[in-house]
DNA sequence: TTTGGCATGTAATCCGTTACATGATTAG
DNA sequence: CTAATCATGTAACGGATTACATGCCAAA
């Protein structure tokens, strides 16, 4: 049995809750999971075939209008792979991030550099953490009584404190790299 | 002008403390950088190759003891790519989670499922904050005065609150989703 | 009639890891 | 002698994004 992508378990995972067809798969998984997992039509139409081949989910012509559409639709087998991977050990998710690389060989460069960057990155962070209380209030207000509300809940709940982790550490380290500004001052 | 992968950044800036070859260039990611960013071989070889060409570094000779070994040297030309790089935005890491994705679909499975996950990734994060607190001591003992310690120091730091907030999350993940064990109780 | 959204798919490309191939030197 | 470590490199593969190619339908 070929060793299926993580992909194909998102996929299956969204089509528990109904058929679906490969783009509405797309823009469902932007507007849901989009925060900490996204998918291409270039991952997501090629996974499609291949798990219909597998038989982990059906495929059937579902015309909407007159417009050509096809539609998945999970099957047993599919449900049994789907259940099978989610228990199975979540690898940890490497981290590869940009923003410390350049803090880390910052000290070759001026100081207001990393001033700019990690301005940037707090306000980035202040945003986001805004965008989160909205959906957290959507979906309660959309999705109340769900049964899977409360899992839905918890992904927002780690990107707020994901967020406000990088927030705070921005603030620490426009502490400690940038001297308070000499150019102008408030008071006295 | 090729636009260079950020591979070749992080090779510069390794370079910038001094001539390194190949070799030595990976095994000093692996312990400093090593956990938020990674350089296989298959990645340095070639780039140290087309660094050279672009003339961003120097290579020579350097046979220690009778075996054959290249250290590269970054230039002036190489300096300036350097702090330009530094310069522009880091662009955001994207974030791409398996255990939440696990969990937005784990409605579908028994709470034993994710209860076990969860243990797992609030183990791992007690396990690596101890780590880090280990390479703060070490970087502090070994590097007292250094120039270039506190960005360092900074970016141990944001691995701290980045596990702090992965262990907050799981703490509360757990509580939310696996009701307190019925199977046996310790007290009364 | 023309623009935007619905809809499917492929090809090129990028970035990265893993595995492989090779060999010298040194410490036990 | 032999295992570990030093040392350089390439090839294969994997996973993912982006760009491209195509075309229909509905609304403005």
Redesign the interface.
Known sequence: MAKRS?TA??IL?FL?SGPRSGYDLKHEIEG??G????ESYGQIYPILKKLTEEQLVKKSTASSGGRKRFEYTITAKG?RA??G???E?????????????????????GDG??H??LE??RD?QLELLGRYRGIEEQLLRDHGGH??L???L??V??GE??C???L??AE??LV??APPTKKRRKKS
Do not use: I
């Not at 925060?35 to 996204?38: E, I, T």
């Open positions: 993580r378990y998102a995972g528990t849901s999971t925060n900490f997992w996204q449900r789907l259940a991977w989610l228990e050990p979540a690898e940890p998710s490497p981290v590869r991030d940009e923003l410390l690389l350049k803090v880390f060989f910052s000290a070759h460069v550099v990393m700019r960057q940037d990155c980035r049964p899977e409360d899992h839905w918890l992904t709940r780690f404190l994901y406000q982790a990088r705070a550490w620490e380290a400690k790299l």
